[in-house]
């Protein structure tokens, strides 16, 4: 894009982005919905955005219950590469106001033409609910690095997540940003395309813990989980660091000088499951709009 750039995300996410990897319109390290069409502001500047998502997606796993919501986003960058963001959750269906809210800073680099990258810090704080499945890992350090091979761009994530469960996570994401030659409505607007996969590998504790957790809620919620006396029962090392998920994303944005709207789906195949939640194939929907005051 000729204009905007939003730091970091998956994405999550597209995840996950990752944030993108996720959730929400600014690309945090995987919890938030990316809005994946990025470029750089290379000044001072504050974007703003709200979301809306079919379920929520974190770091290639999704809660037993399904999720739908809204999200409320900001970021602020300084023409330094420092930059401050921050997020907030809420789950349709529940009379919570606020499900989780997230803080978070970092610092962008550029190495070279080709290649750049953030480093960053992410608290999530969660209410008492504490619903999402991600309500296991409290803080997260996450590193992001870009390379552009001009026919497409390509990314390494690596994050370090610790609260109640310990996690690390490489989420590698190859996509291609087309942006149209031609206008919609005038000679300020165009589209843009940006298909991507990824693959997430890691370990997967936060899961284990989520279960634990949960064990009372999801049994009202007939949700029942393999045990140890079951035959059904599996038991897997969360601990060992595997694949996954694969994934195919394809947003459509529509720009402006100082906002986009965007439609993504994303296609996720879920792999190395453990028992607890029962992932299978599904498609996720996101609505995101995001202005940027500068």
Excluded: C
Excluded at 112 to 139: D, M, Q
Excluded at 147 to 157: E, G, L, Q, R
């Amino acid at each position: 894009m000729k204009y905007l750039h939003i730091l970091l995300f998956l994405l999550i996410y597209n995840s996950i982005s990752v944030f993108g990897a996720g959730r929400g319109v600014l690309t945090m390290p995987y919890l938030t919905t990316v809005a994946d069409t990025d470029t750089l502001i290379r000044k001072q500047s504050i974007t703003a955005g709200v979301s809306y998502g079919s379920n929520v997606f974190f770091l290639g796993r999704t809660s037993p219950i399904k999720y739908p919501f809204v999200s409320t986003d900001f970021i602020y960058n300084t023409k330094f590469g420092l930059f401050a963001y921050g997020s907030a959750l809420k789950l349709l269906g529940y009379p919570t106001l606020v499900d989780e809210v997230d803080i978070g800073g970092g610092y962008y680099y550029r190495l070279s033409k080709k290649e750049t990258g953030t480093l960053s810090y992410t608290r999530f704080i969660f209410n008492k609910e504490e619903r999402v499945i991600e309500s296991a890992s409290a803080n997260d350090f996450n590193w992001k690095n870009d390379y552009d091979w001009k026919i497409a761009k390509s990314s390494v994530v690596l994050d370090y997540l610790f609260g109640k469960a310990s996690d690390f996570f490489v989420t590698i994401n190859t996509s291609k940003n087309i942006e149209t030659s031609w206008n919609v409505f005038d000679d300020k607007d165009y589209l843009t395309f940006n298909p991507g996969i990824s693959v997430i590998l890691g370990t997967q504790n936060f899961v284990e813990r989520y279960s634990l957790d949960h064990q009372d809620r999801l049994a009202a919620d007939n949700i029942i989980i393999a045990g140890p006396s079951d035959p059904d029962f599996k038991p897997y090392n969360n601990g060992r660091f595997n694949f996954l998920n694969y994934s195919f994303k394809l947003p459509i944005a529509y720009n402006r000088p100082h906002y986009t709207f965007e439609l993504s789906y994303k296609y996720s195949i879920p792999v190395n499951v453990e028992g607890a939640l029962k992932n299978r194939r599904e498609s996720f929907y996101n609505l995101t709009f995001y202005y940027v005051f500068y």
